[in-house]
């Protein structure tokens, strides 16, 4: 590659770099502002909030990781992410396989109706949720936050699982029905195999979206013994209001296992969102 090819390649690409570092700032500055102000205290945060912390105060992070409040609702917020997860891959890759290998009257209709429900706002359901999960005695519990998180996450992920089933060759189902296979063991021990980088892909999506929902547990979770993080940072905001520092401390503790899971995470979902268009 020439010179003046390598020169007008950047200036063609100048944009995006710019766009690029333009995105990270704006992404990246609270994050650095969060963590490096928890190492203050309120004077530093008054005095120099964009400085470095001088000196350094481990004790707002300590303080947070010794309250048993903070353990709790980071267990309850894994286990409501992991259980919801679960329900959400597991049923939609069922649904999706049937609307991606199977022929049915109605079929595309069925699909169309599972697919409208991403334009169905969860704010517009929740009065008549709290009315029903009342009815049926799950407020206060996880199943309360667990089964409408999974009822609003399927529509997403059954189009994303029945648009990558699609793509699998149908010879590869007809190798296997000859080898004997019938069509629930095709789906579990080759369908799925084949389709790990998707399944990690809305995996991803699912856990962080359970992760971050705060609405719905705000609705159903009126004790705090199934509270999860993201309504704790609001609670410890309003008990600690004038402890700016030690609110961050919490804040970037409550962030922390989100950003190391994507981080592990990142390759596979970059992975599945991109293998849907490279398959013939």
Do not use: C
Request: aromatic share 14%; charged share 10%.
């Amino acid at each position: 590659m020439s010179v003046n090819t390598a020169r007008a390649k950047l200036l063609r690409n100048t944009g995006f770099y710019i766009a690029a570092f333009l995105g990270t700032v704006f992404v990246a500055t609270p994050i650095l502002f969060a963590l490096l102000g928890g190492f203050k205290d309120n004077q530093q945060l008054r005095e120099s909030a964009l400085g470095l912390p001088n000196p350094w105060h481990v004790g707002n992070y300590l303080d947070v990781l010794a309250d048993g409040t903070f353990w709790r609702q980071l267990f309850n917020s894994v286990f409501i992410a992991l259980v919801t997860t679960f329900i959400v891959v597991a049923a939609a890759a069922a649904v999706a396989y049937v609307f991606a290998r199977f022929q049915f009257r109605g079929r595309e209709g069925l699909f169309t109706l599972f697919a409208a429900g991403m334009m169905f706002p969860f704010t517009v359901a929740v009065l008549p949720l709290f009315i029903i999960l009342r009815t049926f005695e799950m407020l206060n519990s996880p199943l309360g936050v667990i089964l409408p998180q999974a009822a609003f996450g399927l529509p997403l992920t059954i189009i994303i699982l029945r648009s990558f089933f699609r793509q699998i060759p149908g010879e590869v189902e007809e190798a296997a029905t000859i080898d004997g296979a019938g069509p629930w063991r095709f789906f579990l021990q080759i369908l799925l195999p084949m389709s790990r980088p998707v399944i990690a892909t809305v995996s991803v999506l699912a856990l962080v979206g359970s992760w971050n929902s705060y609405l719905l547990p705000l609705v159903v979770l009126s004790k705090p013994t199934w509270q999860t993080l993201p309504l704790g940072v609001t609670q410890f905001q309003g008990e600690y209001a004038t402890e700016t520092a030690k609110v961050l401390a919490f804040v970037m503790l409550a962030m922390l296992p989100a950003l190391i899971f994507y981080a592990f995470a990142e390759r596979q979902l970059i992975s599945g969102l991109t293998s849907g268009g490279t398959k013939g």
